[in-house]
T-cell receptor, first 115, second 114 residues
Framework: EAEVAQSPRYKITEKSQAVAFWCDPISGHATLYWYRQILGQGPELLVQFQDESVVDDSQLPKDRFSAERLKGVDSTLKIQPAELGDSAMYLC?????????????FGQGTRLTVV | QKEVEQNSGPLSVPEGAIASLNCTYSDRGSQSFFWYRQYSGKSPELIMSIYSNGDKEDGRFTAQLNKASQYVSLLIRDSQPSDSATYLCAVKRPRGSTLGRLYFGRGTQLTVWP
């Protein structure tokens, strides 16, 4: 069964360090999302890609966060420098295409702890 | 006003009962609606999608959509302890093109006790 792959599963980093997360969507999925989920809350969108283009990064803290999807396949989300408040689950999801009806499927997530 | 509102619960039902989970959304232009199940410490798993008014059934799950009332619900029949999880309601809004942004509620925690 096709899955969204994410790595690492867990990451502990010190405040002010840089950290990066990787996501490989389901093959053929053009839309890729990065979400952040704080414990007890629903996922919040950080950035949405359509192929290699960013279509929504309005909630991405651009002073410290960056995201890229250079070849329109896998993607990297970076935080530099990390802050204590960045501790959360970072979720990647993908959907088939531009059609607004298509469903989004999540990877297993990366649990980030900033100490 | 939040895009998607859910009662955070917890909702507790006995095994074999019907669990009813509710969700309201703010944008009348929303056209796609989803329910995800999330076990503690895990990522969300898609369990139902619904696009038109009425009911959609899949096994023990029934999703209901009422666009006039901006209301979505999920019924779980014959609830099992393994259904104990947080249920997330998600709504996709078109943004002037076919690309939609997916908004999530904060989830309702369901506990099914034996």
């Amino acid at each position: 069964e096709a899955e969204v792959a994410q790595s690492p599963r867990y990451k502990i980093t010190e405040k002010s360090q840089a950290v990066a997360f990787w996501c490989d969507p389901i093959s053929g999925h053009a839309t890729l999302y990065w979400y952040r989920q704080i414990l007890g809350q629903g996922p919040e969108l950080l950035v949405q890609f359509q192929d290699e283009s960013v279509v929504d990064d309005s909630q991405l803290p651009k002073d410290r966060f960056s995201a890229e999807r250079l070849k329109g396949v896998d993607s990297t989300l970076k935080i530099q420098p990390a802050e204590l408040g960045d501790s959360a689950m970072y979720l990647c999801a993908s959907s088939l295409g531009k059609d607004r009806w298509t469903e989004a499927f999540f990877g297993q997530g990366t649990r980030l702890t900033v100490v | 006003q939040k895009e998607v509102e859910q009662n955070s619960g917890p909702l507790s039902v006995p095994e074999g009962a019907i669990a009813s989970l509710n969700c309201t959304y703010s944008d009348r232009g929303s056209q796609s609606f989803f329910w995800y199940r999330q076990y503690s410490g895990k990522s969300p798993e898609l369990i139902m999608s619904i696009y038109s008014n009425g009911d959609k059934e899949d096994g023990r799950f029934t999703a209901q959509l009422n666009k006039a009332s901006q209301y979505v619900s999920l019924l779980i029949r014959d609830s099992q302890p393994s259904d104990s999880a947080t249920y997330l309601c998600a709504v996709k809004r078109p943004r002037g093109s076919t690309l939609g942004r997916l908004y999530f509620g904060r989830g309702t925690q369901l506990t099914v006790w034996p």
